[in-house]
């Protein structure tokens, strides 16, 4: 069981003096470039609970964006990384490699799906995981275009700015981007239907109106990737309508384009499935993993097709810290601890209990537009009564009011109008549904 006690308990108001006596510290000290959702700092955590440096206890309905996904410092985790700290820490698999990191790649590659024979390469971070997807496809097709889709988020280096749809605040004043990328239209449900109820319900209609500008403007000849997030992230949980990803993927496969599926924030159990695409068996070309991974450890990887991965030239890919062996032993026991504790149901059963609990909501609040997501990847967006106008405002004063309760919420969307929720699939049903009672209660004061 969990060290720490799986129960939310305030002991001063959030947050309290420790924490803002090292916020101080982190003015002085930190770039003011860094963001920070909560003024509050954590001392300890585990499963669903974050114990602050005030021995406050706050329920996590955050992961740390979607990383620690069975839970915090999970038991088979620290024990591997301990056990790997004390053999040795780096070698650098490009100098004299190592068995931890073939082990993880044959992992990634046995249950991504794909039925034909697949290679992996393993970097640390999500951005890096698609920055160098973007690189073997290209070298894959000998073309240069990309596509990516509005409203999406794929990181904070240059190349992914590019494909990243959102300005403020990840692009604003950062320019100029790398070339040769373009954006088409996603399908998103909630907003095609204020204007067409049929491209809503439709997805292999969306993604005609997506491949019809994608051949005007950017051209087959020329398009060496689409890339897309089978949910979207940052962009506020959209879960494509059913038939767009296949239409576009079957489109990609007539015209020699490499499909990269960003599975960064979906993949590892998320969605209740290893990866979302597998809810409309759909086998992309690539598949950019990052995040759920290693529970905390920074490791991310590019799985796909062999022969497609097998493109660029040797010493094409690669880096100093990619694939550490720490991140390794995490990412192994990781797997390990999903498979062992069924933790693919259990992001169904939260689903289920989830939109139950919000659809209930909604019924009786017509602030609430939409409710979506899949397994532990569940958003609400927030509407002025009355319109569909997004409401940024009370998602802001809803979230804030969360952190001061003790509920770790974070807030995602264009248009800055959706509450997200990613929990730890190790929490409680009581911890859950404790979380949404303090929701509950906070908009029906706002």
């Not at 249950?111 to 390469?121: L, Q």
């Not at 015209?255 to 599975?263: K, S």
């Amino acid at each position: 069981m969990p060290a720490i006690e799986q129960s939310r308990r305030l002991v001063t108001e959030i947050p309290g003096p420790a924490s803002l006596e090292l916020t101080k510290r982190r003015a002085a000290a930190v770039s003011a470039g860094v963001g920070m959702t909560m003024p509050v700092f954590a001392a300890r955590a585990a499963g669903g609970i974050v114990e602050d440096v005030d021995g406050n206890r706050l329920i996590d309905l955050g992961s740390g964006i979607a990383v620690t996904t069975i839970g915090n410092s999970a038991p088979r985790v620290v024990d591997a990384v301990r056990a790997q700290v004390a053999d040795f820490t780096h070698t650098c698999f490009m100098v004299t490699p190592y068995e931890e990191y073939v082990a993880v790649a044959e992992r990634l590659n046995r249950i991504a799906p794909g039925s034909g024979e697949k290679r992996s390469v393993l970097f640390n971070s999500g951005s890096e995981a698609v920055e160098n997807a973007i690189k073997i496809a290209r070298s894959y097709t000998k073309k240069s275009a990309v596509v990516a889709f509005d409203h999406a988020y794929h990181g904070r280096t240059n190349m992914t700015m590019a494909l990243t749809a959102k300005s403020m605040p990840y692009k604003s004043g950062f320019g100029p981007f790398a070339p040769e990328i373009y954006r088409a239209p996603l399908s998103y449900p909630f907003r095609d239907g204020l204007i067409d109820k049929e491209m809503a319900t439709d997805g292999e209609l969306a993604a005609r109106r997506a491949i019809e500008i994608i051949a005007k403007q950017v051209g087959a000849d020329n398009l060496a990737a689409v890339i897309i997030e089978p949910i979207q992230g940052e962009g506020g949980f959209i879960v494509p309508a059913e038939g767009f990803l296949p239409a576009l993927l079957s489109w990609c496969r007539e015209n020699n384009v490499v499909f990269i599926a960003d599975e960064v924030q979906t993949g590892i159990a998320r969605t209740g499935a290893m990866f979302a695409c597998e809810h409309e068996s759909i086998e992309p070309d690539l598949i950019c993993i990052a995040k759920g991974i290693a529970d905390g450890l920074p490791l991310s990887a590019v799985t796909g097709r062999a022969d497609v991965m097998d493109a660029p030239h040797p010493s094409g890919v690669g880096g100093t810290y990619g694939g550490n062996p720490l991140a390794c032993a995490a990412a192994l026991a990781t797997l390990d601890t999903i498979e062992a504790d069924g933790l693919i149901e259990r992001a169904r059963q939260i689903e289920r209990l989830m939109k139950d609990r919000l659809h209930a909501l909604q019924a009786s609040d017509d602030r609430i537009g939409d409710v979506r997501g899949r397994g532990a990847m569940i958003a609400v967006e927030f509407v002025k009564p009355d319109s569909a106008e997004p409401d940024a405002k009370l998602t802001n004063a809803l979230a804030t009011a969360a952190h001061a309760a003790g509920v770790i919420v974070l807030t995602a969307g264009t248009f800055g109008n959706v509450v997200r929720f990613l929990p730890p699939l190790t929490i409680t049903d009581d911890l859950l549904n404790e979380g949404l009672d303090v929701l509950t209660g906070a908009l029906a004061e706002l």
